[in-house]
C-alpha cells in the first residue's frame, strides 16, 4: 500500500495556484490515475456488512486499490466484488460519512471522467479547487444489476490536484470500482511557481496534522 507521505504537498500546490493558473491544456485521451495517484485518503468504516446482511457470499475483501488500478470489473459485477465498497448503515457507519480521496503527484487539468460503480446508488465526484471542495460530477443511477460503468465524455477542464469520491443516495450497500480522469498535466505560470514556493513553510504544519488524523494505512473500522 502507497504511504501518505507527499500527500499534502500536492494539496499546497493546489491552494497555492489554482486561483492563478491562467492557461492549461487537457489532452481527453489519457488517464492520469493509475500514473499519477500519490495517496489515498479514507474516511468512514469500509470493506465491514451489518449484521444479518445477505451480502457475504460472493463478496470479495474490500480493495482500496481497486479504484485506482485503471481496470474495470465485468459489467455486472457483484457490488462488493472486486470493489471498493462499504456498508453505510447506522449500525456499521453511526456518523463519519465514508469518503474516498485521490492526491495526484502534481495538478492536472482534466476533462473527462468515467466511474464503475453500484449501479442502484448516485454518487458524487467532486475536485479541490485549492480552498473548497467543488462538485465535478453527480453520477446517476444504471438501470441494471451490479457494477456499472458510467462516462461523461469531454467536460469543460478543470485543474486540480485531487479528487474525492462519496455516496449521495440508495441502498446504503455502496461500491466503487473504477474512478478514471482524463487529462495531462497543468503548467502553473512562473509567478504562480513563486507563490508555490513561498508558501511551503506553511503546508508543513497543515501536512502533519491532516497526516495525523487520515492515515490510510489506518484499519478499515477507521
Ligand atoms: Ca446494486
Ligand atoms: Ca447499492
Ligand atoms: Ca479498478
Not at 491532516?210 to 473500522?221: G, V
Amino acid at each position: 500500500m502507497h504511504s501518505a507521505k507527499p500527500a499534502l504537498r500536492g494539496l499546497f500546490v493546489a491552494a497555492s495556484l489554482a486561483a492563478l493558473l491562467t492557461a492549461t491544456t487537457a489532452r481527453a485521451d489519457t488517464n492520469i490515475v493509475p500514473g499519477h495517484w500519490d495517496s489515498i485518503h479514507l474516511t468512514g468504516t469500509y470493506g465491514v456488512l451489518r449484521a444479518g446482511s445477505p451480502w457475504g457470499p460472493g463478496s470479495t475483501p474490500v480493495d482500496l486499490l481497486a479504484p485506482v488500478d485503471g481496470a474495470f470489473q465485468p459489467e455486472g459485477t457483484q457490488w462488493n466484488n472486486g470493489s471498493f465498497w462499504w456498508d453505510a448503515d447506522p449500525s456499521v457507519n453511526p456518523s463519519t460519512e465514508v469518503t474516498y480521496t485521490i492526491h495526484f503527484d502534481g495538478l492536472f487539468s482534466l476533462s473527462r471522467f468515467v466511474v464503475q460503480t453500484d449501479n442502484n446508488d448516485t454518487y458524487r465526484l467532486d475536485w479541490w479547487d485549492g480552498t473548497a471542495w467543488q462538485a465535478a460530477w453527480n453520477i446517476p443511477e444504471a438501470p441494471s444489476y451490479g457494477l456499472r460503468t458510467h462516462d461523461t465524455g469531454t467536460v469543460p477542464a478543470i485543474t486540480t490536484n485531487q479528487l474525492r469520491f462519496v455516496a449521495t443516495g440508495g441502498d446504503n450497500y455502496y461500491a466503487v470500482s473504477e474512478i478514471q480522469a482524463f487529462g495531462s498535466a497543468a503548467v502553473p505560470e512562473p509567478a504562480a511557481w513563486a507563490m508555490m514556493i513561498t508558501g511551503f513553510g506553511l503546508a508543513g504544519a497543515l501536512l502533519r496534522r491532516r497526516r495525523a488524523t487520515l492515515d490510510p494505512n489506518a484499519p478499515a473500522t477507521a
